[in-house]
């Protein structure tokens, strides 16, 4: 319940109003400003895997995989385990998921630059090398992660129940993503981008 209170300083007479109707349009609005947050960390990680990985293409492969993660985490949730409460707290898994991804997609392009010096120049061997070396270690990243969240699905309280039902399950999700489509993006990269076309930042 949202309570205001109103008091005279002469008489001292004072009122108090009480209302959810408040509670809950103050609440909008600090979501509407939580949104602008969210967007702007978007555009930081961006930029920050364009000046790491060197490639606004595979930057922008790594943002999709990102946002692609909560419309299949939506589907897992809803139409599958049927767990259909959604509540301010699943706004927060945004910034998670932000974090972990691009972790993930870290340790993929350090493998895979780690595999020139020591592969070779063949790609087929490089992505097997870098394949090996970082699904391991993104794997066990992510399952104790989503394992921490998952604890909370034994909450009573169904706000934090299905938070951490979604968070456990969006940050698999997004490995499973990663880890499908992120590659075969790298191949695509090294053959078809990378050396071909001018891009619009300078490689670091």
């Not at 959810?20 to 555009?43: K, N, P, Y």
């Not at 809803?78 to 945004?94: D, G, K, N, P």
């Amino acid at each position: 319940m949202f309570v205001e209170n109103f008091t005279d300083d002469e008489t001292g007479f004072g009122v108090s109003i009480v209302n959810e109707i408040f509670l809950r349009g103050i609440f909008q609005d600090l979501v509407t400003g939580d949104t602008a947050f969210s967007i702007f960390s978007v555009m930081f990680v961006f930029c920050f895997l364009c000046y790491h990985l060197g490639s606004g293409f595979l930057s922008m492969i790594g943002i999709m995989l990102i946002l692609l993660s909560f419309p299949l985490t939506s589907f897992i949730c809803e139409a599958i385990l049927q767990v259909t409460f959604f509540s301010s707290l699943h706004s927060l898994v945004v910034f998670i998921v932000l974090g972990i991804a691009a972790d993930d997609i870290f340790v993929f392009i350090d493998a895979w630059r780690q595999s020139e010096r020591v592969i070779g120049t063949d790609l087929h061997k490089r992505m097997a090398y870098s394949f090996r070396r970082a699904v391991r270690a993104m794997a066990v990243t992510s399952s104790t992660t989503s394992a921490a969240f998952f604890a909370n699905a034994f909450s009573p309280l169904m706000p934090i129940k299905a938070f951490g039902i979604y968070a456990g399950i969006i940050i698999p999700a997004n490995y499973f993503l990663v880890v499908m489509f992120f590659p075969p993006a790298t191949i695509f990269y090294e053959r078809h981008i990378h050396g071909k076309f001018s891009e619009f930042w300078v490689k670091m």
